[in-house]
């Protein structure tokens, strides 16, 4: 980092009229007749970097820290007050300082955490000191001088817990089988150090009798499953530090198991750790995964395509096929349990709004564009739903340059089977998805043909012959075959 000549070395005394300490111009100083002399080397300060700062090493409680050996100015002016300093950072920041070389611990760790991040690998910081004398002439006036020293660099590095890439939930869930890794616990896909909270949905266990159980469980990293002592390794669980009860609060990394108790109503928990303060949170899900289609497409009286709330926070989506095969209007309704009616949701239940392409149908809910397939979206918090039609679905991939409106990728309906199907494909390994109406908004993808996921891994299947079925019902999953 260059900085300006006016701070370089060898920069000579300056003294400058004005009142109140007000440091002004230097190229108007104003010399007295009877100059008083003040050293600190070649006429500026004199600074040198200390060795690198740990903040491991720095005790807990510790106000100031040492970050230049210093010589101060020095003044044959009885009247002269004491040198002040300041130091500032990469041409950035400045910070106060003593003559003994220190300045505030907490000013340098914010600095360096908010400028570079928290991971602890060493930082270095450009820096120049500035010292400030005032000597008074008369009651109104005085004399103020500036010294500046060369840059010099500043090393310290952050103190933090070891975080990676992934953690995974082990425990009643997956009746501790430490080769089980559904459960991934993942950050926001950022660093781990600037995004360091983990989450991940896991479904309430349950007792022999079906009623809710408590969880007990561990959290491990993913270096501890290439470990060859799963179970012995120190640092790679985190357990509260009483080891039981509460659903919010810290977390100890200590080896030892942690439950927390059942929740009444319960289908899943959000599981949330922050690996760098070392906080946990739970958070009890009561929403269904699925949310059951019933209306004139069948007769109204099967309750098989689905919609998905994956995150069991209300929130739905997935595809539905309309139509109305009877010439009773091409209307449904949804149900929160298959075939139960009491547990239906009907165009009163979306008080937030019924968009897109689906409208109100009194009691019913209609679908305006007609015999075909929908993208849904549903918030059962916000109530409201959302609709869009599928006016085509295409192949996409390196095969075809990523073109996502290729028209000569475009699949066909079959009313059937439930699923879209193209023949004479040239989908390659090199990677390919599918997409909605011309456009990425909408698109398919996945890293196994048994489940395709919104915004998916691309497929890397090849094939000629592909029928995608996104109704799920046959299948909890969107899916496709490949031949």
Known sequence: MKFKSYLLAGMAIFAMASCNEDFGDWTAQKVNEQEAVYTAGNNSVVATAVENINFANVAEGTERIKIA????????????????????????????????????????????????????????????????????????????????SEPFKISATPVAPNIEEAYYYIGATTNWDPSNMTYKL???????????????????????????????????????????????SKGFVCAVEDGNGDLSGRFAIDGGAWNFPASDGAVAYKLSFNMLDQTYEVTPLNFDKYIFFIGATDGWTNAEQKLVGENFDGKYTGYLYCADPNGWGNAFKFQKIAGDWGSQLNSGSFTGGITGDFADGGDNINATAGEGVYYVEMDLIACTLKATFITNMNLVGDFNGWNQADNAQQMTWNATDYCWEITGATVNTNGWKFTANNSWDINLGGKTLDNLVANGDNITVAGSTIKLYPTRKTSDNIYCTVE
């Open 69 to 148: 050996n210093l010589t101060p100015i020095s003044s044959t002016d009885p009247k002269a007050k004491e040198a002040t300093y300041k130091v500032t950072f990469d041409e950035q920041v400045s910070f106060d300082m003593n003559a003994d070389g220190t300045m505030a611990f907490q000013d340098l760790k914010n600095y360096i955490e908010v400028t570079y991040g928290r991971r602890p690998v060493e930082r270095t910081i450009e820096a120049v000191i500035t010292a400030n004398i005032s000597a008074p002439i008369d009651e109104d006036n005085s004399n103020n001088y500036r010294f500046v």
């Open 186 to 232: 993942t950050n926001g896909g950022g660093d781990v150090y600037d995004d360091p909270v983990f989450t991940c949905i896991v479904p309430a266990p349950k007792n022999a009798d079906g009623s809710r159980a408590d969880n007990w469980m561990k959290i491990a990293p993913a270096s501890a499953f290439a470990s060859d002592d799963f179970w012995g």
